[in-house]
């Protein structure tokens, strides 16, 4: 029997990692060298401020992904009511910003789920950040807009949007699987795109920014 539960526990490992190797690949987040790197439909959205005040394209941004670790193809229907009116934009709350909504105040319906977008600097199309939570169990985050700013050609990151999202991403995924029904674990993957000479702010208190 320990042979038995030794291989069936390789297998399941193995699968996990199978799944998790093509879900990097389909967000395009597996190749940290290539030029496309993060970049997808929802996130060629994302615009930062630049020099002059202006919204610049192709900007740096973060991408944070709660995926679960057990196969799962739909955990929860668009047309479910109750689903709907948990993910009410006005009731998630968490710390440490319980001020802030973890939600952004616009959902819409996509193919895969719904997108709360956050028009508060929205020009035409452009975002300054989203979160997606998918009909699979996936939650997306997309910040660019307070994480992320380009200063005479001087590309930044602020780190504590970053750290405030991803906590209360941790506390929100577990609340919504458990609404959904869903007992699995889940990986968290935070993704940056155009790190490179740039320099990380909007440090904890007492630390000196650069």
């Known amino acids: 029997m320990g042979a038995i539960a030794e291989m069936l526990r390789y297998l399941q490992l193995r699968d996990r990692q199978e799944r ?59 047309s479910d009511e109750r689903v709907w009116n948990w993910l009410d934009p006005n009731q998630r709350r968490y710390s440490p910003w ?21 028009g508060g600097r929205e020009h035409g199309a452009c975002l300054d950040n989203y ?38 991403l941790l506390r929100f995924v577990p609340e919504f699987y458990k609404q959904v029904a869903v007992a699995s674990q889940f990986t968290v993957i935070v993704s940056i795109r155009k790190t490179q000479d740039s320099i990380l702010g909007g440090l904890a208190r007492g630390w000196n920014d650069p």
Do not use: M
């Open 20 to 78: 998790l190797t093509r879900f990097l690949n389909d967000r395009r987040i597996d190749d940290l060298t290539s030029p496309d790197f993060a970049l997808t439909p929802r996130t060629r959205r994302l615009r930062c401020w630049g020099d002059g005040g202006k919204l610049e394209a192709a900007c740096p941004f973060v991408v944070i992904h709660a995926v679960p670790e057990a196969a799962l193809e739909r955990v929860w229907l668009l």
């Open 98 to 118: 319980n001020g802030g909504y973890f939600l952004p105040p616009s959902r819409k319906p996509t193919s895969d789920g719904i997108i709360f977008e956050d």
């Open 131 to 168: 979160v997606v939570v998918e009909t699979g169990g996936v939650v997306e985050i997309g910040l660019a807009g307070d994480a992320a700013v380009i200063h005479e050609k001087q590309t930044g990151f602020n780190l504590l949007p970053i750290i405030g999202a991803t906590w209360r």
